[in-house]
């Protein structure tokens, strides 16, 4: 079964840091472009980072440039997010998303997300 | 930046009804480059539609995408009790993709 799981989601202080993971499994996971995107409590979806198959190509939501970090580990089939300098606004429910594998763009596997909530 | 505008903002129908969903870009996007979402509460977003059109594997024939440039549709023919949820159009361009704010398909 194809499947992404992501863990790491808590509770954080205003500035503070948190590593999110993406654990994938039933595909291979170095042939895919990989996605995080998010949404804020009432909020709807919000891309935040893309990282290409072998890292070469990254990009981030100019919302998040600077603070948060995307990374993989093939041999590990898993997806990161490094994020730094949080603010109350970072608050949401993140999910890790595979890109299709084709000339057309959109993201055909999703997590069940983990919770994210930046507050004092 | 390209920026989705999806309407209406609430879609109230009853089951058995048509929907139709509409989402504009404020530039040309490539149809390949236009997918729909369906979200429901508590649960991962599911890919309905990707370049524009083309429906995922899996997906019911009651469900299809038409459009191109700036204007896009996404349109439920009859519609199910498990169909209500939000509905989110998206586009990829300059190394970025970008949502709509969404359609809320409750019941009426």
């Known amino acids: 079964e194809v499947q992404l799981v992501e863990s790491g989601g808590g509770l954080v202080k205003p500035g503070g840091s948190l590593r999110l993971s993406c654990a994938a499994s039933g595909f291979t996971f170095s042939t895919y472009t990989m996605n995080w995107v998010r949404q804020a409590p009432g909020k709807g979806l919000q891309w935040v980072s893309s990282i290409t198959s072998t890292s070469n190509y990254i990009y981030y939501a100019d919302s998040v440039k600077g603070r948060f970090t995307i990374s993989r580990d093939n041999a590990k089939n898993s997806l990161y997010l490094q994020m730094n300098s949080l603010r109350a606004e970072d608050t949401a429910v993140y999910y890790c998303?595979?890109?299709?594998?084709?000339?057309?763009?959109?993201?055909?596997?999703w997590g069940q997300g983990t919770t994210v909530t930046v507050s004092s | 930046e390209i920026v989705l505008t999806q309407s209406p903002g609430t879609l109230s129908l009853s089951p058995g009804e048509r929907a139709t969903l509409s989402c504009r870009a404020s530039?040309?996007?490539?149809?390949?480059?236009l997918a729909w979402y369906q979200h429901k509460p508590g649960q991962a977003p599911r890919l309905l539609i990707y370049?524009?059109?083309s429906r995922v594997t899996g997906i019911p024939d009651r469900f299809s995408g038409s459009g191109s440039g700036t204007d896009f549709t996404l349109s439920i023919s009859r519609l199910e009790p498990e169909d209500f949820a939000v509905y989110y159009c998206q586009q990829y361009g300059s190394s970025m993709y970008t949502f709509g704010q969404g359609t809320k398909l409750e019941i009426k």
């Open positions: 530039q040309s996007v490539s149809s390949s480059y």
């Open positions: 998303a595979r890109d299709l594998l084709a000339i057309d763009y959109g993201m055909d596997v």
């Open positions: 370049g524009a059109s």
